[in-house]
């Protein structure tokens, strides 16, 4: 059971969510969003979420709450409270909170009842963005492991888009800003992954189907969020585009990627195949692609994709739970709530069997 603490002790978003009631914290954060909002006594209150490493937290900040400013040296001995336009800046922003835990409604809620605006150069946002938990080297020699084992023809178009602009956007980018790898090198780990579990289903099928095309998997599931690197920034936090929320990411990296295939002067049935697998990738036209997989290579991908991304739902439903709980909140992006199977589980049901 968690224990109850009464003086505030440094603690991240996932040490936080471990509390319980009455319990008080503080924590150094960026902050995605800041929302006003007016209680029904007409006074002022704020919905905020704030990130780390560890992931995001969502609060509340009352009217009472303390807003100060350490944003510059000389405020430091003396520090002012926050204006308004201030408040209203903070997004993307380094804050120290101190906050505590509170019923409602028989949930948890987090309070924020001081908030202090860090001196960013002290607090660079960087440091507190989010970021693969897998090391950048080890992602980018995967990278370049995955691209040496296609055949010349692909091998070199996929040389020529990762070695180039769109490859280091492409390291750098998130592949979403929320529900999956929303962080900094998020699109590099879930296009890994994806073509990890592509090349191994081809690979399982490729004796029944001798026509599959194990270089146009790797090169189609490598590049099928290549959209992303357009539609998302990390401004330090993942944000949507303009051309994101109008075009979307299928179009946006079809595009890119007829650009490129002319560029480097891609066979013609290679731009085909491999532009279909960007194109169909969702699998169905409700959920955005314009064509439905028609090839044994976008199929895989496809399947690969979906896959990874309910992977990544159920690891992130599941990974603030208590330790006597099993089944997630509802989660929304996946429609489900998710279930951690734990030795608990198993142990209860062998004594009812006994
Ligand atoms: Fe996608
Ligand atoms: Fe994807």
Redesign the pocket.
Known sequence: MPTTTTSPRMANTSDIKMLAVSDVFKGIFIVNTLLKKTDKNGRPYWEITVSDQHGNLNAKIWSDAGWWDRSTPDLELKPDMLTESHINGLKGKVVGITGKVADFRGQLQYNFNAITLLNQGKYPPTQYTAHSEIPLPVLTDRLESMIDSCRPEVRDFLKFVFDGETGLAFRDAP?AVSNHHAYAHGLLE?SLA?TDSARALADTYADIYPSLDMDVVVAGALL??LGKIYSYSMSPIPEITLPGAVMDHIALGYAAFDKLADEAKLPPTLKLEIGHIILS?HGQKEFGSPVLPATLEALIVSIS?ELD?KLFCWKDAVKDLQPEQNISAYHFAAQRRFWRITAQNNADEETSRN
């Open positions: 592949a879930h994806v099928h969020d990738h994709d991304f």
